[in-house]
Nanobody, 127 residues
Framework: VQLQASGGGLVQPGGSLRLSCRTS????????VGWVRQAPGKEREGVSL????????HYADSVKGRFTISRDNAKSTVILEMNSLKTEDTAVYYC?????????????????????WGQGTQVTVSS
């Protein structure tokens, strides 16, 4: 499995950014793709995830109502739409994925033991 993240940048508070994670190499129909961020001096934090089994999604409380994760199957891409950005959203954002042999769904963004990680993309929210 390979993951290619893109879309980070500098944005003012209240602004929006769209992160994309292009995926390839899945051999199972059942997988989870998540976005995990890490701010300087802080531990990695699960932000959001989506399950291929049924397109269920989960979000960290800190981003609920502001971030939306979705899949574009035609483009093999997972998208994270980030709105109403805050300075505390500043971090390196990673997309990550795990494949499963059965119809398994990850039910918490606290799941961080993904099998595959993409490179990070920097998101900076600053005036």
């Amino acid at each position: 499995v390979q993951l290619q993240a893109s879309g980070g940048g500098l944005v003012q508070p209240g602004g929006s950014l769209r992160l994309s994670c292009r995926t390839s190499g899945f051999t199972s129909d059942y997988y989870t793709v998540g976005w995990v961020r890490q701010a300087p001096g802080k531990e990695r934090e699960g932000v959001s995830l989506i399950n291929s089994a049924d397109d269920t999604t989960h979000y960290a409380d800190s981003v609920k109502g502001r971030f939306t994760i979705s899949r574009d199957n035609a483009k093999s891409t997972v998208i994270l739409e980030m709105n109403s950005l805050k300075t505390e959203d500043t971090a390196v954002y990673y997309c990550a994925a795990s494949e499963f042999g059965d119809r398994i769904r990850v039910t918490s963004v606290e799941y961080l033991t993904y099998d595959t990680w993409g490179q990070g993309t920097q998101v900076t929210v600053s005036s």
